[in-house]
């Protein structure tokens, strides 16, 4: 069985969003005051969540499992989780999967030995700016250090490619694009720059305001020469080499650039339900069959007819367009 959907697209990444919680409350995610959190009881414990992982990594063909949240450093069993799933055989028996992390990196320079310990390959942290005051207003905490002592710890602790995630915002960090690209470089991580998305949980928005990637690239190029690499494959960033290299820098325009077509991912929140899409409204449940007993073939049967209804894009574009109920700390990015 595979996670084949009608437009044949397989997914063999999938993202596990451990809690919807976060310790940061970034603008174009959640409001100053949070979200409404998820019931602990609707959250799968870390037995439930290892026999989904399990399950897509040895019954559906996912080759590549990426932990995300809301942040997924604030669950506690996360070195057992990533450990369970480096333990688990691809379903060819070529190893194991590779396993990822997405996160604000707060603590981890505490966690980031740990975590290497634990099988975990190599991590995404989000970082918008070369600037702590700038920081505090994106983020509304004052916590740009610990996520600058939260990457070194990683690089230190093999994590790498280190790669930093960005979102630009108007009026907050909107002509920073050359001094972050600047800073990652001497420090050796890999900048992605992401275009702001219609998921924050107060459908805040607006194509106007947002920074296209033609806007970003507009702005690098003023100060390095930007070369387009080939083999952008199933990933989502368009990667460019600065300068001469060896440095790079990628650019994810899922608004004005969207690369459905070569999707391979799938979704899996803390409360147990599959998203076929980041956008996608509509939801799978897997987390009542696990707990009625459903077999593990009767799951994977599920979840892959959940595959069957992805659309072949986003509709971001279409009037039509209408954000998911469900924001992207509770899907997990
Ligand atoms: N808390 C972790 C973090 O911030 O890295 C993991 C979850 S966060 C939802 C995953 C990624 O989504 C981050 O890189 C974040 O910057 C990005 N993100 C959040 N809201 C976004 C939005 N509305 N548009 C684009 N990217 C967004
Ligand atoms: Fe938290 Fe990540 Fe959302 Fe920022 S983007 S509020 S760090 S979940």
Redo the contacts with the bound molecule.
């Keep these: 069985m595979e996670l084949i959907d009608q437009h044949d697209r397989i997914a063999t990444d999938l993202r596990v ?1 451990l809690t919807d919680r ?1 310790n ?1 409350r ?1 603008q ?2 959640m409001p100053a005051e949070g979200l409404e959190w998820m019931p602990t009881d609707q959250t799968l414990t870390d037995d439930e969540l290892v026999r989904l992982i399990s399950i897509g990594v040895e019954h559906l063909g996912i080759t590549d499992v990426r932990f ?5 450093l604030l669950r506690k069993g996360l070195p057992g989780l990533i450990s369970a799933t480096k333990a688990m055989t691809l379903r060819d028996g070529s190893g194991s999967p590779r396993t990822a992390m ?4 707060l603590g981890l320079k505490r966690t980031a030995k740990a975590l290497a310990e634990a099988g975990l390959d190599r991590v ?3 970082l ?1 700016t070369t600037d702590a005051e700038v920081f505090a207003r994106i983020t509304r905490r004052d916590r740009w250090q610990d996520v600058v002592d939260g990457l070194a710890a990683a690089q230190d602790a093999g994590l790498g490619p280190v790669k930093v ?3 630009l915002l108007r009026e907050h960090n909107e002509t920073e694009g050359p001094a972050l690209l600047r800073w990652c470089m001497e420090r050796d991580y890999e900048l992605r720059f ?7 949980a107060q459908h805040g ?1 607006s194509r106007a305001q947002m920074i296209t990637a033609d806007e970003t690239l507009g702005l690098i190029s003023e100060e390095f020469t930007l070369t387009p690499l080939e083999g952008r494959g199933s990933a989502p960033a368009e990667k460019f080499l600065v300068d001469d290299g060896p440095h790079t820098v990628g650019i994810i325009g ?1 608004v004005t650039r969207p690369f459905c077509g070569d999707c391979n991912r799938v979704r899996l929140t803390a409360d147990g339900q599959i998203l076929n899409c980041l956008f996608a409204r509509d939801e799978s449940d897997l987390r009542a069959p696990l707990r009625d007993g459903a077999s593990d073939l009767e799951i994977a049967e599920r979840w892959a007819a959940a595959m069957m209804t992805k659309l072949p894009g986003h509709g971001i574009n279409d009037p039509s367009f209408l954000q998911s109920s469900r924001p ?2 509770a ?3």
């Design positions: 969003s976060c940061l970034c174009y995610c995300t949240g809301g942040e997924p997405t996160s604000n990196g995404n942290i989000s918008d995630n960005a979102v992401i275009e702001q998305m219609p998921l924050d928005w899922s992207m700390s899907i997990g990015g």
